[in-house]
């Protein structure tokens, strides 16, 4: 779907492109809310939102993804009004920073916040609806910017009762085509669309780890894949002694770091992530064994 260049391939989101084929991008989360399951509260004022953001940026974030609404399972669905509150100030800092800084990507379900957050200069509305609100296409498509199509079912609110799939990978992978057509045939340019399976988001333990596990399927898709395990609870699940409790979310970095390995060994282009330093030397590593693994099997 998306363009390839000489070395890899092209996520253009506005005025910014980004090579995301040998070299994986890193998308640091500032979450700008009283309540998200691992920083919740702790960027909720501007000035810290901000100073998180310029932290993130100088330990290598390509992107930043700010999000002004929870998203984990149970979250009540914040009013636009207010998600636009949280995220203005943060904006505004963020589009008078040098050109060159991290792409700006807002991760938001409501069009009307996408719209606002696109005249504030963001370039990327990541959406883990999958494009639901019918105004959404045609707002991104109309900005020229870059979108993440996520895989759910049902609301935040409803999701974890929603786990019965024949096939989890087949049917993750079907609906973000469909997902895919839909905003292609709505007006967004096919290099602007990545897409990403929703872990953890009406998924259990075990389908979150099997989509992880076979991330090189939906690579196939012909899109940038975006993977985002940071700090999610399947991953602590794994990484504790059997019926321990699990440790909180900030204890979970060794665990997020393994889940990335997998992820960029097989493929993926973007990590959605807490910790961005350790990621990116996680990322380099494992990419650079990916391309050997490559190489091997073209000689
Ligand atoms: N996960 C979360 C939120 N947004 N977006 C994409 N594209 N992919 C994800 O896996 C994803 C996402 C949940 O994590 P977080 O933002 O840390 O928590 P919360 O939703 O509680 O704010």
Known sequence: MSARSGTGLLWRCRDRTLDVGARTAVMGIVNVTPDSFSDGG????????????RALAAEGADLLDLGAESTRPGAVAVDDEEQCRRLEPVLRALAAEPAGAAVVSVDTRSAAVAARALELGAHVINDVS??????????VAAAGAGVVIMHMRGTPETMQRQLDYADVLAEVAEHLRERMRSAVAAGVAPDAIALDPGIGFAKSAGQSLELLARTSELVALGAPLLVGASRKSFLAALAGAPGAELPPPASRLEASLAAAAVAVFEGAHVLRVHDVAATVRVARVAEAARSARAAAHRS
């Open 42 to 53: 702790r960027w909720l004022r501007p000035e810290d939102a901000i100073a998180r953001c």
């Open 130 to 139: 999958g494009l639901q609100d019918p105004a959404m296409a045609a707002t």
